[in-house]
């Protein structure tokens, strides 16, 4: 939030010198000695996560040499990131984009958001007030969501294909969607497994083609209370098997698992939902985070590493 308020506050955009140094978040962090590289990688993680949730973030190079990006500044053009004039919304859909504005309102007015603004203005960079309570616009980038939320809402059942993690190929799957709901930054859907008649969560990354709306309907009752179920259960799940990981201090590993971790006497107890997801997150640290337990879940970091490894032309 506060890494937007910045970005939308300049037109002339901010150096990630500036950012590191200015924006809540980062600048705390850089306090406590977390490492620039590490908070390097946390920018890059951050700015790539915002664009996939639609904010449009443009990069302002070198005139002379677009390609050399050492001065680069970065900023949100406030032209792209508002609304059509011609969407519409019905009363409910207004409501909820209301409650929704009211928080992005009272999180850009905070003291922080202002602290930030007034660190960026004293470094010589003009600021935009107009920002405070900007609205922004956000969207999702897994291609399963929208025809997902359109059978929810017409009760209908859906077939897709769906890569469930450790097999080769995709299984054409049959469902009767009940809700979708976010966890820990991913999208899932609840719904009923026609071939065996029991509720099933399905990670929407791991839908691999079109989702297929068909013209079987279902009681639409069934959908009343879906989406505390789904994230009741997800949670349970995520309490009931932890990860224990070593991470090096400072580092991007121990800034980002430090935020959803609990400390143990040799690292981090990471809980989590799905260990292939986990795999993926933690080789992409390399060696700033190792896998103490549980054995299957080492294995799997270990297999994507190799993968990396030779697929650089590496051996083993």
Same mark, same amino acid.
């Given at each position: 939030?506060?890494?937007v308020?910045?970005?939308l506050?300049?037109?002339?955009?901010?150096t990630?010198?500036t950012?590191l140094?200015?924006v809540?978040?980062?600048?705390?962090?850089?306090e406590?000695?977390?490492s620039?590289d590490?908070?390097?990688k946390?920018?890059?993680r951050?700015?790539?996560?915002?664009?996939?949730l639609?904010v449009?973030?443009e990069?302002i190079?070198?005139?002379a040499d677009?390609?050399?990006?050492?001065?680069?500044r970065? !900023?949100?053009?406030?032209? +792209?990131y /508002? #609304?059509p004039?011609d969407i *519409?919304?019905t009363a409910?859909e207004? $409501?909820?984009?209301n409650?929704a504005?009211?928080?992005?309102?009272?999180?850009?007015?905070s003291?922080q958001a202002?602290?930030?603004l007034?660190?960026i203005?004293?470094?010589?960079?003009p600021?935009?007030e107009?920002i405070i309570?900007?609205a922004?616009?956000?969207?999702?980038r897994?291609?399963?969501f929208?025809p997902?939320?359109r059978a929810?809402?017409q009760?209908?059942?859906v077939?897709?294909?769906y890569?469930?993690p450790g097999?080769?190929?995709a299984?054409?799957?049959?469902?009767?969607p009940?809700?979708?709901?976010?966890?820990?930054?991913r999208?899932?859907v609840?719904?009923?497994?026609v071939?065996t008649?029991?509720?099933?969560?399905y990670?929407l990354?791991?839908?691999?083609?079109?989702v297929v709306?068909?013209?079987e309907?279902?009681d639409?009752?069934? !959908?009343?209370g879906a989406g +505390?179920? /789904? #994230?009741r259960g997800?949670r *349970?799940?995520?309490?009931?098997?932890? $990860?224990l990981?070593?991470?090096h201090?400072?580092?991007e590993?121990?800034l980002r698992?430090?935020?959803?971790?609990t400390?143990?006497t040799?690292?981090l107890?990471?809980?989590y939902v799905?260990?292939?997801?986990?795999a993926d997150?933690?080789?992409s640290?390399g060696?700033?985070?190792?896998?103490?337990?549980?054995?299957?879940?080492?294995d799997l970091?270990?297999?994507?590493l190799?993968?990396v490894h030779?697929?650089?032309?590496?051996?083993r």
């Amino acid at each position: 939030m506060n890494l937007v308020v910045a970005l939308l506050a300049t037109e002339q955009g901010l150096t990630k010198e500036t950012i590191l140094s200015s924006v809540s978040g980062y600048r705390e962090q850089s306090e406590a000695g977390a490492s620039k590289d590490a908070l390097e990688k946390m920018f890059e993680r951050d700015k790539e996560n915002l664009r996939g949730l639609g904010v449009p973030i443009e990069t302002i190079g070198d005139h002379a040499d677009p390609d050399d990006l050492r001065e680069a500044r970065y !900023r949100v053009p406030t032209a +792209e990131y /508002a #609304l059509p004039v011609d969407i *519409e919304f019905t009363a409910a859909e207004i $409501a909820l984009l209301n409650l929704a504005g009211s928080v992005w309102s009272e999180s850009s007015m905070s003291e922080q958001a202002r602290s930030g603004l007034r660190k960026i203005r004293a470094l010589g960079n003009p600021v935009d007030e107009r920002i405070i309570g900007y609205a922004p616009r956000i969207s999702v980038r897994d291609h399963a969501f929208a025809p997902l939320q359109r059978a929810i809402e017409q009760a209908r059942t859906v077939t897709f294909p769906y890569l469930k993690p450790g097999e080769r190929s995709a299984r054409l799957r049959r469902v009767r969607p009940l809700a979708l709901v976010e966890y820990e930054a991913r999208w899932h859907v609840l719904g009923v497994d026609v071939a065996t008649d029991a509720e099933r969560t399905y990670l929407l990354s791991r839908i691999t083609d079109a989702v297929v709306i068909t013209r079987e309907g279902f009681d639409p009752e069934s !959908r009343r209370g879906a989406g +505390e179920r /789904a #994230l009741r259960g997800l949670r *349970e799940l995520a309490d009931s098997q932890t $990860a224990l990981v070593e991470v090096h201090p400072g580092t991007e590993a121990a800034l980002r698992l430090g935020r959803r971790a609990t400390p143990a006497t040799q690292g981090l107890r990471v809980p989590y939902v799905d260990a292939h997801v986990l795999a993926d997150e933690l080789a992409s640290y390399g060696p700033e985070a190792r896998v103490v337990e549980p054995p299957h879940l080492r294995d799997l970091v270990i297999e994507r590493l190799r993968a990396v490894h030779e697929r650089h032309g590496g051996t083993r």
